[in-house]
């Protein structure tokens, strides 16, 4: 990617052409956030949005798209108590932070608006500090993606990268990507084969020192018991993880792997952009507006209604508002009750 110049004064709209790099990535941020839903949901958020908000007005008025901590401050809690640098500062580095859990819903959204930029935070130290976006253009190859066309009862799911395990201790685990080579998978099945091995051996230990024991069964003999079989059932539910894994490329990251504040997030196996023949593991979480109600769409397991399938469940009437998902194109259409088959939407579009 390669950052466009950024200039201190910027034209208005044309009609002849294309909107300003600096407009299309703020005018992306602006539709990612409203159809995520963050902005609603924490200060860091709204001040994300705010700042993409007021640079496309300022930047189609032709005005400069810097904005201190009051500007700021101003659009988003005008009568908080605190002063404005002291307030927006850990807001800025939570946003920092996450920036680049962003990337590949900034450029989703950006192909679904047809536009080429997408936004980058930056900021000017000084006395006061400045803040602003800039706009990032997209790779020839993420700008000619194929974008599917979506019926009106359909739904197209964002995604939004979540904190790999242990991303406190590598920065670079924050964009919720781990490479997945040759070494950790054999490291990987080394590990579960050693695991398997131990059990193995504690099951055949107690069934031979349990053959030569003449005396009743104690409750210490059906705890020791009980733990085995723990254990053994942990194993198999790791190798079904792992075969629903490998099969199906995507599945639901277990919570122990996913941060506290992360919910609904899927992990999946992916080839690897940049070099041919390697994969790579990656946190998402996907979401979508729901076409009947408005609300937030989520992926969930199937289960039993929809067995070997991720489904998206909104979370209004999680229910009835039941979509498919593709983790490919990203889209959906309704398992249930929105009045239209998939065919027959495909028909009416």
Known sequence: MTTAAKSETLPGPSMDGPEPAIVQAAAVACAYLTKTQQANKASHFKVFFELAEQTVVRARAGKTTDFTAQNLKSGVAEHASKEASGWLSPLWTKLMELEPQWEAGLIDTAQQLGKTYIPKLGKLPGSPSHYFIEAVELAPVETAEPRPVVPPDWVHYTPEAVAAPAAWLNKALTSGVVPWGRGLNWSVGGLIGIFLIVVLFVVWLMFAAGSKIARPVSPGDLSIAALVLGFVWLLLRVFHFLDQLYTFRIVMAPDMLTPLSAYDVTLEIR???????????????????????????????????????????????????????????????????????????????
Do not use: M, N, W
Request: proline fraction near 6%; include cysteine.
């Open 271 to 349: 080839r690897h952009k940049a070099e041919e023949g390697q994969a790579e593991l990656a946190f998402v979480r996907y979401s979508a507006t729901c076409p009947a109600c408005g609300g937030i769409v989520e992926i969930h397991e199937g289960r039993r209604a929809f067995p070997d399938r991720l489904v998206g469940r909104c979370r209004r009437a999680a229910r009835e508002h039941v979509f498919s998902f593709d983790p490919v194109l990203k889209t959906g259409y309704p398992l249930r009750s929105l009045g239209r088959t998939p065919s027959e939407s495909l028909r009416s579009s």
